[in-house]
């Protein structure tokens, strides 16, 4: 399996990347990759993120699920806002990895939702998939990435309203994180 964190832009630096990688190096012995544009003082092995078409923030995520992605096989990115407290591998190696696997934020159920507003219970914080598979999610995202980008506030409204299928993982893996 190859764990990948996303580094873009200025929000996180080389050390949150670094910090990251080395909690998820103290659970399991996968290869960890930084997926970024600027690989300056991290100290894991890095991809470069696309340079076309240009996306910002989160939307980069979307990348992966590119028919050309350059890693094989299982993949699991975890967002670098996360505080990683206990072994999450159990519960991503025990998934259906024919699709694409998301946390599903079960304290959104009590919220009030606006059908406008494009609600999600789907949480990309931790996504797993197959490398290769489910490139629908990055077709029907670049046919028309001006009004996705607009439309959504993001890849987890986007995912959830185009109705992709998908798993998502067991309500055991969050106890393993604070979102």
Not at 24 to 50: G, Q
């Amino acid at each position: 399996m190859n764990v990948i964190l996303l580094k873009h832009g200025k929000k996180y630096s080389a050390n949150d990347v670094n910090r990251q990688a080395e909690k998820l190096m103290h659970y399991a012995d996968y290869p960890i990759f930084c997926f970024t544009e600027d690989a300056k003082d991290v100290i894991i092995d890095c991809i470069d993120i696309p340079k076309k078409p240009k996306l910002t923030k989160w939307w980069n995520k979307l990348h992966v699920y590119r028919h050309d992605f350059i890693l094989d096989n299982r993949c699991v990115l975890f967002d670098l806002d996360i505080d990683i407290i206990n072994n999450p591998f159990p519960y991503i190696e025990s998934i259906d990895w024919r699709y694409p696997t998301f946390i599903k934020d079960k304290w959104k159920n009590d919220l009030y939702w606006e059908s406008h507003a494009y609600e999600t219970k789907l949480n990309s914080s931790i996504m797993a998939w197959t490398s290769g598979r489910n490139t629908e999610y990055w077709d029907v995202f670049s046919r028309n990435i001006d009004y996705n980008t607009r439309k959504y506030a993001g890849i987890d409204r986007y995912i959830w309203d185009q109705k992709f299928n998908y798993k998502t993982f067991d309500s055991g893996i969050n106890a393993t994180i604070i979102l």
